[in-house]
């Protein structure tokens, strides 16, 4: 096996792509972020939030939807396993930490034990798993694509309706206002999940493009 020299693209792959994630990832948490200490574009601003919130999400989720179109259903649940598990527990934190600082009248809201926030792991799990049934394993691109949306778009529905019913108070107050504005609410809560339906697709059949695929194996 001849060695594989160090050539000048392994310098473009392994240091200047990585330094120039860290800082777009700086300038989206600082700058853009809502919640962050500039937030140039606002406090409320929908693109905004699409962009952290909704970006954030979108990679959660992409995970194992592209493990379930590329390789099959169990890689795509399980793949939204360890995704959701990682979100659910720095989201519960983050939620339990901030409204900490908001005790109402001494109440401690515990969002670990928030079935709504629970349902990001339990959606990350089913967004692999339905993209990867669906596809079956086919390459087609409109096959990937159809198992792609319907996944991100059912999951989208089920994590809203979760939100807006049984989250905890303070949380579910701030869905309830959210929803008072139709056309925001559905630009946050399902654009960000059409995007990743329409996206991931057509990075896994690019990836397919060049072999950038797990090995298929029989019985699956």
């Not at 934190?93 to 670990?112: C, E, K, P, R, S």
């Not at 049984?166 to 399902?190: C, E, H, K």
Request: hydrophobic fraction near 55%.
């Amino acid at each position: 096996m001849s060695e594989n020299k160090f050539k000048l693209a392994d310098i473009f792959g392994g240091i200047i792509i990585p330094v120039l994630l860290v800082v777009l990832i700086y300038v989206f948490a600082v700058y853009l972020n809502v919640g962050g200490e500039y937030h140039i574009l606002g406090e409320d601003n929908v693109i905004a939030v699409i962009l952290v919130s909704g970006f954030a999400q979108m990679i959660i989720l992409g995970v194992p939807l592209v493990l379930g179109l590329l390789w099959n259903k169990w890689a795509g649940g399980a793949a939204g396993f360890i995704m959701g598990g990682i979100y659910y527990v720095a989201n519960a934190g983050q939620y339990t930490a901030l409204f900490a600082t908001y005790m109402d009248g001494g109440v401690f809201y515990n969002f670990f034990g928030d079935i709504s926030m629970l349902f990001y792991l339990v959606n990350a799990v089913i967004i692999g798993y339905m993209a990867g049934a669906l596809c079956n394993g086919s390459t087609n691109f409109k096959r990937m694509l159809g198992a792609g949306l319907t996944a991100a778009l059912i999951t989208a529905v089920i994590q809203a309706f979760m939100n807006y019913t049984v989250a905890l108070q303070p949380a579910r107050d701030m869905t309830v206002g959210m929803w008072s504005d139709p056309l925001y609410a559905i630009v946050i809560n399902f654009v960000p999940s059409i995007a990743l339906g329409v996206i991931v697709p057509i990075l896994a059949k690019v990836m397919t493009w060049y072999g950038l695929q797990p090995q298929k194996h029989a019985g699956y």
